[in-house]
Nanobody, 122 residues
Framework: QVQLVESGGGLVQTGGSLKLSCSVSARTIRMAWFRQPPGKEREFVGAFYWYFRSTYYADFVKGRFSISGDDAETTVYLQMNSLNSEDTAVYYC??????????????????WGQGTQVTVSS
């Protein structure tokens, strides 16, 4: 069983930055961030592969967000810059241990964190 714990959410003004963290209790193949805006479905934000340190992002990120992981492979980060009101959402960290499914599909990830709220005010 893999446990994920997100932190770093909060209230930020438009144009501001926020860095989310996700601690993971065991080795995984890849990690991802998803988000669920109010009244909308969950959507893919970005993915991170530990072995190659490669990253993939949703189009709406447009260079504003970046994902990284620590050397111990225990924490993955989501750095968010130039935030706007459309980024308001609950952000979820997810982990995949058996490498099946596309990196941008929620079903590819077996383990999920509890979510952390990000609110961007104008």
């Amino acid at each position: 069983q893999v446990q994920l714990v997100e932190s770093g959410g909060g209230l930020v003004q438009t144009g501001g930055s926020l860095k989310l963290s996700c601690s993971v209790s065991a080795r995984t193949i890849r990690m991802a961030w998803f988000r669920q805006p109010p009244g909308k479905e969950r959507e893919f934000v970005g993915a991170f592969y530990w072995y190659f340190r490669s990253t993939y992002y949703a189009d709406f990120v447009k260079g504003r967000f970046s994902i990284s992981g620590d050397d111990a492979e225990t924490t993955v980060y989501l750095q968010m810059n130039s935030l706007n009101s459309e980024d308001t959402a609950v952000y979820y960290c997810a982990a995949d241990v058996d490498y099946r499914g596309r990196y941008d599909e929620a079903g590819a990830y077996e383990y999920w964190g509890q979510g952390t709220q990000v609110t961007v005010s104008s």
